[in-house]
């Protein structure tokens, strides 16, 4: 019977060691904010996305982001999550008919999020 209470407890201190070490790397997680006027990190949405590392968050502030580093957008394979800061009703890309909002093609899987933009006047 002993036996088996030392295995049980080697097991959950085991398991609280493995949790443990994974904390850090979500602690270290880092917000990157976006805001065509200046006053984020970065004005470009592309700019945004170059330094994010797996894990961080890009949020782009509220507005009509238009021009080169704002559209045909590319995460590279990313584990990111891009995102405006208060919905598709706020936050919009226009792509004036010269590229597409997000372009999806180094394997980007379901850690990869983009949520809450409007995109507009894409091109396929």
Known sequence: MCRQVRTVTLAVLS???????LAPAAVNADTIYVCWDGSGD????Q??????QDGDEVVVCDG???GNGNRDLRVDGKA?????????ESCI???ATLDCGFYF????????????????????
Request: charge should be negative.
């Open 15 to 21: 398991a609280c060691v493995l949790v443990l070490g």
């Open 42 to 45: 970065y004005e470009t949405i």
């Open 47 to 52: 700019e945004g996305i170059d330094v994010a």
């Open 64 to 66: 009509t982001y238009t």
């Open 80 to 88: 990111i999550t891009v995102r405006s800061a208060n919905g598709p």
């Open 93 to 95: 890309i226009n792509c």
């Open 105 to 124: 093609h180094s394997g980007e899987g379901a850690d990869t999020v983009v949520r809450g933009f409007t995109i507009t006047a894409g091109h396929t």
